[in-house]
């Protein structure tokens, strides 16, 4: 007799959320997985020979605590998030993604690769887990929840988020809450503690980024809309996750003090411009308007648009102003009024709106009016919206949730040629603005072309011109353009707002370099004026007057720097340069006594400036000729010879 060989069936995965459970080919959703994580790693592959740019400076590259690696963890926890760096504002929490800095500076130091590999690596598994989500929450056919994630995947408005390491700390807020929701998926099926538990252990990384407090309101919103017969445990799961993100709260102004942004500059926020509210309202709603015309086509695009970009509304007759309006309401009405029947379109303007509500700057002000980085999750509503518009386009039905027979629907390949044509311009759109992000000479270089009036991003454009290392080894001719493109640069940011303290400290600089000493110290007093609390125009400041001899004044002025800021290893070094200058001038009057007193005092900040940074070469260098002039040889060896081990 002769038996037949019966094929096993293939594995299936039930797909939650739909009131008929349908089973889904395993294989088919790792496959079609691999292939957004494959998309979304290559899409973003030109970007793993970066270099560090924009705040990936003062987050990581010249950030004291996050060059510590490991041995900061604890203090990266209980401080503010630019603590470490000489120029400290201390009014933001985010330890997540800066421990996880520390933790790659550790393994491979001074590597920008690494962290952007690191970034694209997470932003693929984010893709991957929204369509996961997707999938356990909707009753969307798979291969349009496919198309959606790619449409995300590919959208440009996400190029800052992945090209910008700094900007991790979106994604992984966005990663953060998907797995929050797919233990919140699993938990409604189960009711298993464990489920519930992780729930809210990721919902609390995911609030590591004070901004994401308002995203507590999509929890219940994906469990109303998509989750049958879970009235019941709503509350239970919204307070839950409401007392998670309480929780941050404390500790975030136990850690900060406050909970917000204090005294916001204008120059980041231009809606400050004015301290008429209605006037500021108004204008938020008509950025509004900008950041969705910026989903609907994602050019140009630039990493800043502070002001004087975008005008403030003054009047309620303004036309832009109007259309907006008479959107946002229209959408919020069409919302309310398909709420009761759980309409997907209704739940992508409640997902938008919400997620936005703190970026459009309606409710409360921020640290600044418009940043295409906050459009990152809200795009996600945006994605989901357009291939269902599509799908009543061409009349296909997405709810289909076959996926053997998808081909077959109605209008579904008229819905796959737009949706992958669309994909094709955002990948080439993205690819090509990937390339601004290379380093701040072609970011700023790029933008300022976009954002002409930005006096933020022409301050930008002229510090980067000016920066000491680059015209150290420049040659005299392109020292000199240099320095007259940066002047001109200054002037015009200062012309449009002369209250921007930075710019002043900038065109400083460019005098310093100079060597016009008394309008560089006209320029960083001015700074310091407007902002007694940064170290750094006192540091400055003790530049000026160092150069002009005034050593004991100089000597104050960097004492008063690192009394601000005890990671300002420049203003500790200058410090024990002042002192040293001191010893020699008693020296010179063959005042001994005083001149060693001043030459150990020197040492004492050199050697303070080489334990805020390990690898101060010049501070070694100073402590090793300091020692030669008390005549210790032997010490003067010692760090002369670590000074040459250091490359940098």
Known sequence: MSSKK??????????????????????????????????????????????????????????????????????????????????????????????MFAIEWQLSPDNPHFHHFVNVLLYALGCVLLFFVLIRYTKINVYFLFLVVMLFAAHPIHTEVVANIKSRDEILSMIFLLLSLLAISSYLKSSKTLHFVLALVAFFWFTSKASAIVYVALVPLFIYFFKENASKQLFKISAAIAGVALVYIVMHISIIGSLGIKNIPVIDNSILYTSNVAHQKLTAIYIMGI?????????????????????????????????????????????????????????CIFFYLISMALASNIFMLIGTHLAERLLFFPSIAFCIALVYLLSKLFKSDWLNASAKSFLSFTGTKNVMAVCLLLIVVYSVKSYARNKDWKSDTTLFGKDIQTVPNSAHMLFYHANHMVNKDTLAVASPQEREYRLMTAQKNIEKALKLYELFPDGHNVAGKIYYEQKNYEAAFKSYSRAMEMNPDKGMYHNNVGTCLFSIGNFPEAAKAFQKAIEINKYDAEARCNLGSAYGAMGESYKAQKDMENANKMFVKAIESFKAATEVDKNYKSAYQFIGLTYRNLGDEANAQIFLNKAASIKK
Request: hydrophobic share 45%; aromatic share 14%.
């Open 6 to 99: 019966t094929s096993n069936p293939p594995k299936k995965a039930k797909l939650t959320g739909s009131s008929v459970a349908v089973e889904l080919d395993k294989k088919l959703l790792y496959r079609l997985s691999f292939v957004i994580a494959l998309f979304a790693f290559v899409l973003y592959a030109n970007t793993l020979n970066h270099g560090f740019v924009l705040d990936d400076y003062s987050i990581i590259k010249e950030n004291q605590l996050t060059q510590q690696g490991t041995k900061a963890l604890k203090e990266i926890f209980s401080s503010s998030y630019r603590e470490g760096y000489a120029n400290n504002e201390s009014n933001l929490y985010r330890p997540l993604s800066k421990a």
């Open 291 to 347: 950041y969705f015309l910026l989903l609907i086509f994602p050019h140009p695009l630039s990493c800043d648009y502070s002001f004087d970009t975008i005008p403030v509304v003054t009047s309620l007759g303004n036309i832009g102003l109007l259309l907006v309006l008479a959107f946002h309401v229209f959408i919020l009405i069409y919302a309310i009024k398909k709420l009761k029947q759980k309409h997907i379109l209704s739940f």
